[in-house]
């Protein structure tokens, strides 16, 4: 009798050994990343694909019982951290908050974002609103996990307690810490959008595709995140293999572009690949407008590029310095109009951001503008600009 209850509490009623508690720990968090990034993130935060309702029930159902998280909620605290992106508003941003904080007390800012109803109204409009999550998933939500607690214990005896711990410290650790927090502060950046996001690594099998965020920041609605050749997004691969089954439809991924050759003037599709790929056309400007210029000054000056310029100012010309330190962007500023051909360059790279983010000027008035503001590029006197403005006058999407 004590044999069986000491087998029963080391090993329950499964009796796995470490190899196949560690093989159930693997698939359990792959499910509940997936559930997330998956299920919340890419089909009901952004509607770049929808589910069969078969696999969108199972992922709402896994989400409830490993980690309590209400759909709606989830959603509407990240449409909001897109909508208000390294403002005071922002529910997760370590501009406004602090690495630290983001980092480790993540789970704390989004139960802050919980509290705020109205935003949850406004912002997650479209989630779900059925009997079962009027009647279970919503009004009790933390009965999930102890119902998990209870089914681990029952299955896997006291070790699957402890794989019950590691499954509630998952998302809170890497959503919530690594992808919120280290996403918006460390790692290499695919596109100059108008935040601080950055891919963290080129792949991450363990969650789930999210360590590619300033691609998704670049292209939010877009069902893939990865956008280069050498870029592996674990959840675009179980997309696809749902598509082929027909348990999945993708409803939006980023438009590619193409150059075209010979082009004179800026054409109407011209416009419209400048639009779809506006932060795009800032990377460019910055790799092939701005490293060029900033070289030959370095060569000007007898002095190497990190000692003209420290690298964070360097990216701070992209953006007028919105994430420098207030003495950091006054001593930009100063070291910008020393330098007659360095603010041309900044003057021109601030006229094409406002003119591709503006939102009054209709398409024939924004074209007129383009076409002025590539004349004057070519008009310059500057290899770099003119040649830019070139390459920019064949841009267009790929037709699929």
């Not at 909001?80 to 007390?105: C, L, N, Q």
């Not at 792949?203 to 965020?213: D, I």
């Not at 506006?278 to 002095?303: C, H, I, K, S, W």
Request: net charge positive; proline share 4%; hydrophobic share 45%.
């Amino acid at each position: 009798m004590f044999d069986t209850l000491l087998n029963f509490l080391t090993g329950g009623v499964v009796g796995l050994g470490w190899w196949g508690m560690g093989l159930v720990l693997l698939v359990f968090t792959q499910l509940t990343i997936f559930a997330v990034t998956l299920y919340l993130h890419r089909s009901q935060a952004h509607r770049g694909v929808d589910f069969h309702p078969v696999i969108a029930h199972f992922f709402r159902f896994w989400t409830w019982l490993t980690t309590s998280m209400i759909t709606k909620e989830w959603v509407a605290i990240h449409r909001k951290h897109h909508a208000k992106v390294e403002t005071d508003e922002d529910p997760h941003s370590p501009v406004t908050k602090g690495i630290g904080m983001v980092f480790w007390r993540g789970v704390e800012l989004y139960r802050e974002a919980r509290a705020m109803r109205a935003d949850i109204e406004q912002y997650g409009r479209g989630a779900p609103d059925d009997w079962i999550e009027r009647h279970l998933y919503t009004p009790h939500a933390n009965l999930g996990p102890v119902a998990l607690l209870v089914i681990n214990s029952v299955l896997f005896g006291l070790p699957g307690v402890a794989l019950w711990a590691i499954q509630m410290a998952w998302i809170p650790f890497w959503a919530a810490g690594v992808i919120n927090g280290l996403g918006h502060w460390w790692g290499y950046r695919n596109f100059e959008s108008a935040d601080t996001s950055t891919n963290l690594t080129p792949w991450a099998f363990w969650v789930g595709g999210e360590e590619l965020h300033n691609n998704h920041h670049a292209f939010p609605s877009s069902a893939r995140f990865s956008m280069r050749r050498w870029e592996f997004d674990i959840g675009w691969a179980v997309i696809r293999g749902l598509q082929a089954l027909r348990l999945a439809k993708v409803l939006r991924v980023a438009p590619s572009m193409d150059v075209r050759p010979n082009i004179a003037v800026p054409d109407a599709e011209t416009l419209k690949a400048l639009l779809s790929h506006r932060f795009q056309a800032m990377t460019d400007y910055q790799r092939n407008v701005f490293v060029p210029a900033l070289r030959e000054e370095a060569a000007m000056a007898g002095a190497k590029l990190r000692k003209l310029l420290p690298r964070r100012m360097r990216r701070g010309l992209v953006n007028d310095g919105r994430w420098l330190k207030p003495d950091c962007r006054a001593q930009l500023s100063t070291w910008v109009e020393q330098r007659p051909r360095i603010r041309v360059l900044v003057e021109h790279r601030a006229r094409l951001a406002a003119l591709l983010e503006a939102r009054g000027n209709d398409a024939a008035e924004r074209l007129k503008l383009l076409q002025a503001w590539c004349h004057e590029a070519e008009a310059s006197g500057i290899a770099a600009l003119q040649n830019y403005a070139a390459r920019l006058k064949g841009y267009a999407l790929t037709a699929h």
